[in-house]
C-alpha cells in the first residue's frame, strides 16, 4: 500500500487491457490471508520462489522485482498510523481538559457568587432554614 491515491476504481469498471494486457503495468496489489497451519516464513519462501520464476519467465518486464510481504496492519495502515492516533488522542485528552478547567470555573464563580448573596441574605436577617431552602 505505497502512495497515496487519490482515488479507488473497482477492478471491474478498468478496461481489460490495463490490467492484463501489459506485462509492465503496476497498478494491482494483492491482499491475502495465510491458510491455516502456514506461517509467514513459508508463505515468504514460497512467495519468493514464485517472484523468481516470474522473472526467469519474462525477463524484460519483472527484471528489477521483488515480491514483498508485510502484514495487513502495516501494508494498510502505514507506519505513520501509531503516531497520527496517538497525536489525535493527545489532541482529544487537551480539550477534554480544557472543557473540565472550564467548567470548573463556572462552577467557582456561582458559588461565590451564591456566597456573597448568602452573606447578603444573612446580613438582613434571613433565617438558617430560608437560606438552604433558596440554594436548593
Known amino acids: ?3 497515496s491515491d487519490a482515488m479507488w476504481v473497482p477492478r471491474a469498471q478498468l478496461p481489460p487491457e490495463s490490467l492484463t494486457g501489459r506485462r509492465d503495468s503496476r497498478n494491482l496489489q494483492v491482499i491475502g490471508r495465510l491458510a491455516d497451519g ?3 516464513d513459508q508463505a515468504w519462501v514460497e512467495l519468493t ?3 523468481r520464476r516470474l ?3 519474462y525477463a524484460a518486464t519483472n527484471e528489477n522485482l521483488t515480491p514483498n510481504l508485510v ?4 501494508g494498510a495502515n502505514g507506519p505513520q498510523l501509531k503516531l497520527i492516533c496517538l497525536t489525535l488522542q493527545g489532541a482529544v485528552v487537551f480539550v477534554l481538559l480544557i472543557a473540565c478547567a472550564n467548567v470548573a470555573n463556572l462552577l467557582l464563580a456561582r458559588s461565590a457568587h451564591r456566597s456573597q448573596e448568602m452573606s447578603v441574605r444573612a446580613a438582613l436577617g434571613a433565617s438558617r432554614w430560608r437560606r438552604r431552602r433558596r440554594s436548593a
Open 49 to 51: 520462489s514464485l517472484g
Open 38 to 40: 502456514v506461517s509467514v
Open 1 to 3: 500500500m505505497r502512495g
Open 71 to 74: 502484514p495487513f496492519a502495516e
Open 55 to 57: 522473472s526467469q519467465a
